[in-house]
């Protein structure tokens, strides 16, 4: 069983940085692959970012390769989300969730955080 707890979400301006936090409980949790997912009103929730139980495999949608950089601390339990040139359409509810898979699909997470919003005004 893993508890996922999620932190660090904001206002920001466009173009700023910010970055979200997932705090694990368990044992087990360097035994994930950790995922960041996002959910805008009105949308379905999208794949963000992927990274494998070492840290050292990580995969991004391609709307956010190249801003947006997933890591983990495992003897912190945490996994980290750094989203820099932040876009208004950046905006949305952001999830972590724990998964034994390299996958980008939802149903395939079997642990979800609550969600931190992330709202980058104009």
């Known amino acids: 069983q893993v508890q996922l707890v999620e932190s660090g979400g904001g206002l920001v301006q466009a173009g700023g940085s910010l970055r979200v936090s997932c705090a694990a409980s368990?044992?087990?949790?360097?035994?994930?692959?950790m995922g960041w997912f996002r959910q805008a009103p009105g949308k379905e929730r999208e794949f963000v970012a992927h990274i494998n139980w070492s840290g050292g495999s990580t995969d991004y949608a391609d709307s956010v390769k190249g801003r947006f950089t997933i890591s983990r601390d495992n003897a912190k339990n945490t996994v980290y989300l750094q989203m820099n040139s932040l876009k208004t359409e950046d905006t949305a509810v952001y999830y972590c969730a724990a998964t034994k898979f390299r996958t980008t699909t939802p149903h395939l997470y079997d642990y979800w955080g609550q969600g931190t919003q992330v709202t980058v005004s104009s």
């Open positions: 368990g044992r087990t949790f360097s035994s994930y692959r």
